[in-house]
T-cell receptor, first 108, second 112 residues
């Protein structure tokens, strides 16, 4: 069965510093990978998907099939990036599987 | 976002009482889901439904029940058998089971 691991429960960085949220997955096929974000008092929403290969709010994520990773990166963190982030995977024919989540705190 | 509503936003119940949380969507999605979110524990799947009149247990179904009589609606009942019902409950939907999910605003249940 597929599994998504986010090793950091909490990531604390200063404003302007780079931030990288780690996501590793276990699945032998070709997965679809996503990052969801939940800002304070807002609903959980899709941040980006790997097939789009786009940058959203300055965040990018690259699928590394060799390392089975999909880390989320932003070169210069902003205070408004403080939120809960979930990595998620869809394996063929199956529902979305979420990682345990990483809380990001950007300090001024 | 939008298209998925949950009510109420806050719910208080006495211990031992059953309570039903509402989830409605007008996105014409076939699949719907219920998650529980606790601090430090991420999202945990309670139940999901692939299609009307069908639903499956998730990872933590004990003490919960659901129904899916209409495509638009997927209510969750938290029964008195649920040992720790106080939590934030999220409903989601997707076009099909293997598609990205869209989430509702959540219901915070507090059992006194």
């Amino acid at each position: 069965a597929q599994r998504v691991t986010q090793p950091e429960k909490l990531l604390s960085v200063f404003k302007g510093a780079p931030v990288e949220l780690k996501c590793n997955y276990s699945y032998s096929g070709s997965p679809e990978l996503f990052w969801y974000v939940q800002y304070s008092r807002q609903r959980l929403q899709l941040l980006l998907r790997h097939i789009s290969r786009e940058s959203i709010k300055g965040f990018t994520a690259d699928l590394n099939k060799g390392e089975t990773s999909f880390h989320l990166k932003k070169p210069f963190a902003q205070e408004e990036d403080s939120a809960m982030y979930y990595c998620a995977l869809i394996a063929a024919g199956n529902k979305l599987t979420f990682g345990g989540g990483t809380r990001v705190l950007v300090k001024p | 976002d939008g298209g998925i509503t949950q009510s109420p936003k806050y719910l208080f119940r006495k211990e031992g009482q059953n309570v039903t949380l509402s989830c409605e969507q007008n996105l014409n999605h076939d699949a719907m889901y219920w998650y529980r979110q606790d601090p430090g524990q991420g999202l945990r799947l309670i139940y999901y439904s692939q299609i009307v009149n069908d639903f499956q247990k998730g990872d933590i179904a004990e003490g919960y029940s659901v129904s899916r009589e209409k495509k638009e609606s997927f209510p969750l009942t938290v029964t008195s058998a649920q040992k720790n019902p106080t939590a934030f409950y999220l409903c989601a939907s997707s076009i099909r089971l293997d598609n990205e999910q869209f989430f509702g605003p959540g219901t915070r249940l507090t059992v006194l």
